[in-house]
């Protein structure tokens, strides 16, 4: 029995293993063509990488609380029409 589990326990090791290299390699290969998209498209001029990756993360914010904001004023002249006029 413990040849079996022992048998068992490196299939585990070498699947897992197996898996951690494949799942870094595609990460890794990400992350390099992400840095060069970044770089070449949206750095401005004196920033680093990671300085422009969280100026386009506080941008993204800023945009979604603007459309929220639109979107409740919309509702808000919406709901002062249908009252208005009866709807």
Do not use: C, H, P, W
């Not at 595609?26 to 680093?48: A, C, P, R």
Request: proline content about 0%; overall charge negative; cysteine-free.
């Amino acid at each position: 029995m413990s040849r079996l589990v022992d048998a068992n326990k490196k299939i585990e090791k070498t699947l897992v293993d197996g898996y951690k290299k494949v799942e870094e390699s595609i990460v890794g290969g990400y992350q390099k063509i992400e840095d060069k998209f970044v770089d070449t498209f949206l750095k401005k001029d004196g920033e680093t990488i990671d300085e422009a990756r969280e100026r386009i993360v506080e941008e993204q914010k800023q945009l979604e609380y603007e459309n929220k904001m639109k979107v409740a004023e919309s509702l808000k002249k919406s709901q002062e029409i249908n009252e208005k006029y009866g709807k």
